[in-house]
């Protein structure tokens, strides 16, 4: 049965795009937005919380970043566990407004921490150039990977990039671009090591209700396969990675496309079930996926989806997701559920 937690809600803000990572200690640290709204970002400041619970009550909210007015202005947080223990907040910053903006106008800064959220580093400005990070990556050998897009203003397409450091972020890479296709819009990535392999998931940003599509490396991300659909329809934010019984999860906000944002189409986050077949294999009818609704915004100005999850030692899962649902404003909420809320063994 899924349990839902409020893990913080300011009914005089907007709170949205949180991300989890589950410290060496067993306490769960959120990171999330605040803003004015979704579309409106003449305020942000970056936040954190957490939880020494597993997730059933939250610390007050506490600042990370400091507060912008205008631009610039901070987006979408990221959160990564290190298997040195330390954790690592992965932000983008903004110069220009979204859609105009060019790739040097949306810069990314990491932030570490190595008490477990209580103090952070100053920010340490990368190379990467785009909005929209995925979790910084530490794949085994050490090789750091982080990812982004940019929209190229010349032609309106959506590029997927990333940077990779074999030193820990002390010289990183030039960019290789991850997803690029015509006649369609990759964005979004959440890339997840299968075997020896690396397998990115995008979000299709068309907005007519497209699955998920998703690319292979066989080379440690240097360089990638054409994108191909993968069975989970009307796909948005993927946030993908593997549970101890096996399985691939794939948290997603559904978007089923149509007159568009805001309200209407905004109100549904599912999990899935997949494996390292369906993620490796080369058409669509070859890859399967088992979906679980997660939560439903019953918002008219409905806004959710974009989420972060972790598993403890025994199994459960614990997802976080911003939702409007019964408040004034965005609201970050957590779930907890396990294996046995999508099949029974």
Known sequence: ??????????????????????????????????????????YTRIMLATSTDRGRSWSHKRPLTEATKGRPWFNCPRITALPDGRLVVLVDKLYREERSAR????????????????????????????????????LPGGRWIVSCHYRDVGNGDLVQRLWYSDDEGAHWSDAVVVGREPGVDLCEVSILPVGPSLVALFRENTGIGRPCYKSVSHDRGESWSAAVPFPLPACHRPVAG???????????????????????????????????ESLLSDAYHKAHTRILPIDF???????????????????????????????????IRGYSLSLADFLIA
């Open 1 to 42: 049965m899924i349990e839902k937690f409020t893990i913080s809600r300011d009914d005089s803000i907007y709170e949205a795009f949180p991300d989890v990572a589950l410290a060496e200690s067993g306490a769960l640290v959120c990171v999330f937005a605040e803003c004015m709204h979704h579309g409106d970002r003449s």
């Open 103 to 138: 790739p040097d106008d949306c810069r990314n800064f990491l932030y570490f921490s190595d008490d477990e959220g209580q103090t952070w580093s100053d920010p340490v400005r990368i190379p990467a150039l785009g909005i929209v990070p995925d979790r910084l990556l530490a």
């Open 242 to 276: 593997h549970l101890r019984e096996g399985y691939v999860l794939i948290t997603h906000r559904y978007m089923q496309g149509g007159k568009g944002w805001p309200g209407w189409p905004t109100q549904n986050l599912f999990a899935a079930l997949t494996d390292a």
């Open 297 to 331: 915004d019953r918002s008219t100005q409905s806004d959710t989806g974009y989420s972060g999850w972790v598993q403890f030692d025994d199994g459960e899962i614990y997802i976080v997701n911003y939702i409007v649902d019964d408040a004034p404003n965005g609201q």
